[in-house]
């Protein structure tokens, strides 16, 4: 059974940065292709950052050159550092990893005010 738990949204203004944790049980951090995705009011779930185990990343076109993922294997946890907020960057982010199935965490609210 797997476990990620995010943290670390909040309100912020237009331009302004924050770093969201997700907590993984076990040592999956390194071992797995670790994704970040959010998901706006009204509007589905869409892919926003990923980290293979060898550590390469991915971003999508919205948000390449503004956020960075980084992991940190020994604490067993996945970021997302997001600098140069936008009011479109407003959703609930949530960390995934595949397992044999998809997991998911409980979603952490990043709300961006203009």
């Known amino acids: 059974q797997v476990q990620l738990v995010e943290s670390g949204g909040g309100l912020v203004q237009t331009g302004g940065s924050l770093r969201l944790s997700c907590a993984a049980s076990?040592?999956?951090?390194?071992?797995?292709?670790m994704r970040w995705y959010r998901q706006a009011p009204g509007k589905q779930r869409d892919f926003v950052a990923s980290?293979?185990?060898?550590?390469?990343?991915s971003y999508s076109d919205s948000v390449k050159g503004r956020f960075t993922i980084s992991r940190d294997g020994a604490n067993n946890t996945v970021y997302l550092q997001m600098n140069s907020l936008k009011a479109e960057d407003t959703a609930v982010y949530y960390c995934n990893v595949w397992r044999g199935m998809n997991y998911w965490g409980q979603g952490t609210q990043v709300t961006v005010s203009s």
């Open positions: 980290m293979n185990s060898g550590g390469l990343t």
């Open positions: 076990g040592t999956i951090v390194t071992a797995n292709f």
